[in-house]
């Protein structure tokens, strides 16, 4: 069985990440400009929202990595 988030909880949960990993200028302006993509690629609000936290964590990653 199958349980999809709530449409509120994904909402949280971006707003969270974004407050969380924003502070960072290079994440920022990363994700910024994939945020824009994901929202004129994507039409429905969940898929645009799990893109944004996907697109969060993956940068956040990258920038970690790159760092070592």
């Known amino acids: 069985m ?7 909880e994904l909402r ?3 707003e969270q990440m974004e407050e969380r990993y924003l502070i960072n200028p290079t994440i920022d302006a990363s994700y910024h400009r994939l945020a ?4 004129a690629d994507l039409t429905v609000e969940r898929d645009i929202l799990l ?15 790159a760092a070592l």
């Open 2 to 8: 199958t349980i999809m988030p709530d449409i509120r």
């Open 12 to 14: 949280s949960t971006c």
């Open 36 to 39: 824009d993509r994901f929202a």
């Open 51 to 65: 893109s944004r936290c996907a697109a969060l964590m993956a940068i956040k990653f990258l920038s970690e990595d």
